[in-house]
């Protein structure tokens, strides 16, 4: 048995020497490894019509692994692509790697490296060339190249911007305050206005500026609801007209060169709700908080509530659809202070507000479903009258402090032998620009907190009164949630 164990003792010892005795480049060689392919270059369109209604069509190269002549080094690629007969001295490289043997370019990237890196003019046809250089990581073995051809026709991408101009729209012929149209988050190159048209004509400029001889998107002779493209202001200068005044909805599909132009009789959704964590909601999609439908433009909406850190988005019409219809920002994450809005469908483009640590507070939400517009202002409180602390300075008073869903002020009201009064407003600017928080009662009393909200002018009227000798410091605390005041003597 001891015999036995020795034998095998000098036996792995042997072999152990003779690994040692082995070169680093030996034991790295792998018959696996040995490649021994020509290489060549294919690509998948050599013919490639760019259309931009496809911008998911690709244009794909692929090669073949090439040889390393049996000694079994990586092989790295580079590919590079050039106008045809350029010698590749303007060559766009792309390096590629070890076992990599495939690269695609997507028709809208590829468009736009041909306008603007190769100069290719919009709807002309280019011939190109194309080449792989294969790199063996071996001295010993040489490169290899392998190359192809191929042509691309080019499209003009459409503009990211239009616009509403004519004696039908509210600025006329001014095309410095042309209206403008909001480009869909869901359906590249198609634009969307509603809102209210006289009767006249309209076309669709692609942008303000002060010239009538840029690019107008203008009726098609033959039909009501095609569009031509009359690049810097070419061609006929046919309008569409409209007949009678109201509510229109224009849907322009800039690829497609279509346009509909529909009556709209009243809003198009009469239930809206807020869905997020930055609101009292969360993200119960199935009950969440409603707003109130204005009663005198049933297209306006508005909801009034206290936001926390988070996110939140509107939802329209049906409850419980998390891929139905939506007003969302145009960007994710987009400034509480934007008008910008988008109405539209689906789960692809899911963009939200966000309010941010700092901006925690209580919001007057307010949304136009005609004009596509959002208005989203921070409510603050201030006290309003000569027994308080801005007296009737309605311009510029300063704003009672909110924590928590609470706004409180602590202070003096009034002023020796005085017997002023005062009410509070959830604006600054002019006394009929918003609402009033007053008391039930006229010359109510300063520690009777009970109250009801009056907008604008309206009325009535009332005021708290501070009574001789009443004149002091005080801590007013309102909530507006729960609806309760308390004015306390300190």
């Not at 359906?187 to 010239?211: H, I, M, R, W």
């Not at 009469?270 to 005198?296: H, L, M, R």
């Not at 009258?385 to 801005?390: A, F, L, R």
């Not at 009662?441 to 009325?459: E, K, M």
Request: with cysteine; proline share 3%.
């Amino acid at each position: 048995m001891k015999n036995n164990f020795i034998k095998t003792l000098s036996i792995l010892g042997a072999l152990f020497l003779a690994l040692m005795n082995t070169s680093c480049e030996d034991t790295l060689n792998d018959s696996n490894l040995n490649q021994n392919d020509e290489l060549t270059l294919t690509v998948s369109s050599p013919e490639l019509v760019l259309d931009e209604r496809q911008p998911n069509d690709k244009l794909t190269f692929n090669w073949t692994t090439g040889t390393n002549e049996g000694t079994s080094a990586s092989i790295s690629y580079v590919l590079q692509i050039d106008k045809e007969g350029n010698n590749y001295a303007t060559a766009i490289d792309y390096e590629m790697g070890v076992n990599s043997y495939s690269f695609s370019i997507n028709s809208t990237t590829l468009n736009t490296i041909l306008l603007n890196t190769f100069g290719v003019q919009a709807g002309a046809t280019q011939n190109f060339e194309a080449r792989v250089i294969a790199t063996v990581a071996n001295e010993n073995a040489e490169n290899q190249i392998a190359s192809t051809t191929f042509s691309v026709t080019t499209y003009l991408p459409v503009s990211k911007e239009l616009y509403l101009i004519g004696s039908a729209t509210s600025s006329g012929w001014d095309i410095s305050n042309a209206l403008p149209l909001t480009l869909s988050s869901t359906k590249p190159g198609t634009f969307v206005y509603q809102g209210a048209l006289s009767t006249g004509t309209f076309k669709l400029p692609v942008n303000k500026e002060d010239c009538l001889c840029q690019d107008f998107y203008t009726k098609s002779a033959t039909d009501g609801t095609k569009m031509v493209h009359n690049i810097n202001s070419s061609g006929n200068d046919l309008q569409w007209q409209i007949t009678q005044a109201g509510q229109y909805k224009i849907t322009a599909d800039l690829l497609n060169l279509t346009i509909t132009i529909e009556a709209v009789v009243g809003p198009a959704f009469s239930d809206i709700y807020i869905v997020g964590d930055a609101s009292p909601s969360g993200w119960d999609v199935n009950n969440p908080k409603a707003f109130t439908q204005s009663p005198v433009n049933p297209f306006i909406f508005t909801y009034e509530a206290n936001l926390t850190q988070g996110s939140f988005k509107i939802l329209a019409g049906t409850k419980g659809d998390w891929c139905g219809e939506w007003y969302r920002p145009l960007t994710d994450g987009q400034a509480l202070s934007s008008t910008a809005v988008d109405q539209n469908s689906g789960c692809t483009v899911d963009n939200k507000w966000t309010v941010g640590a700092g901006e925690v507070g209580r919001y007057k939400i307010t949304l136009d479903t005609q004009n596509n517009t959002i208005n989203i202002q921070k409510v603050n409180l201030y006290i309003i009258g000569d027994g308080g602390p801005n007296g009737w300075n309605i311009a510029t008073p300063s704003a009672m402090t909110f924590s928590n869903g609470n706004y409180t002020y602590t202070g003096a009201l009034g002023s020796d032998n005085a017997t002023g009064e005062f009410k509070i407003s959830k604006f600054k600017g002019d006394w009929c620009d918003g609402d009033w928080i007053n008391p039930s009662t006229a010359n109510q009393s300063i520690l009777n907190g009970s109250f009801i909200t009056t907008h604008g002018c309206d009325g009535p009227d009332n005021k708290w009164k501070l009574q001789t000798g009443s004149a002091g410091n005080y801590q007013i605390t309102i909530n507006l949630d729960t609806k309760v005041m308390t004015i306390v003597p300190q």
